[in-house]
């Protein structure tokens, strides 16, 4: 159990990857399937993973990632997985209208912490970004027009494993313990 939360806690976000060291498709596809163990409402699973681990692919996501005017990191980047929104199945649907909840946001979140966790958990290091090109990366991966990509997880061996002093706010002010 404690290993788990060695793993919350020495996860940092990257931005600064080892450009020399290739990411080893094994050790990508054990980390996709963590993601696609991952718990979903209803069990939709509203997602689709697209995995870039190529060197010409992987520097054309970096610029259409960089193009927003951000993420200039991801040029050292050796592979991404960009993460769609698909369609829920009909009962979280249905779970929309009764009670007006949206699910499918909630469980790619959950699917993403398991990759940064599992990635985390075989020597990788991630950095999730929101900011990119959509229709740069939809041309890129050949993803269709009508889909909607959430996130997309830069991925690759850190150059330096120095860990960064974690700041949070006090838990005073984001937690509140209604218990017994």
Known sequence: MSEFFELIKTRQSCRNFDSERAVENEKLIKVIRAALLSPSAVN???????VVNSKEKSKEVAKAVQKA????FTS????????NEEETNIFSKEGKKVIGQEFASNDIGIAVAHIILAAQSVALSTCIMGRFD???IKKI????????IRL???IGYAKND????KSRKPETETVTYIID
């Open 76 to 83: 050292s980047c050796p592979a991404f997985i960009i993460i």
């Open 134 to 136: 959509e229709q740069e």
């Open 152 to 154: 997309i997880i830069a």
């Open 44 to 50: 939709s699973q509203p997602w689709h993973f697209t």
């Open 69 to 72: 005017g951000s993420n200039e």
């Open 162 to 165: 120095e860990f960064r002093i």
């Open 141 to 148: 991966c050949d993803i269709h027009k009508g889909k909607r």
